[in-house]
């Protein structure tokens, strides 16, 4: 089995590891979905966002990070 056959699915949060030198996107399950996709895994995360500024620039930058975000059940999370 190669690792384009391989998937793995996570669970967990999504969000942003406050840093001395800034922001940067974190939590476990998905830094672990990313290192997984570089390898050729065929990596999902199930997460949620805030639906606020910080939540939506999460959103952007993992786009720009070419990983695909789809908001098939997006619901507003208060906060």
Same mark, same amino acid.
Not at 41 to 47: G, L, R
């Given at each position: ?11 967990? @949060? ?10 940067? %996107?974190?939590?476990? %399950? ?22 606020? @500024?910080?939540?939506? @620039? ?22």
């Amino acid at each position: 089995m190669n690792a384009q056959s391989k998937s793995v699915l996570t669970m967990g @949060e999504l969000l942003w590891d406050m840093l001395p030198d800034g922001k940067k %996107p974190g939590g476990a %399950p998905a830094n672990f979905v990313y290192h997984a996709a570089q390898n050729g895994v065929k990596a999902t995360a199930v997460t949620a966002v805030g639906d606020d @500024e910080l939540g939506r @620039e999460l959103v952007r930058q993992r786009g720009r990070a070419n990983q695909r975000i789809r908001n098939r059940h997006h619901r507003r999370l208060p906060g």
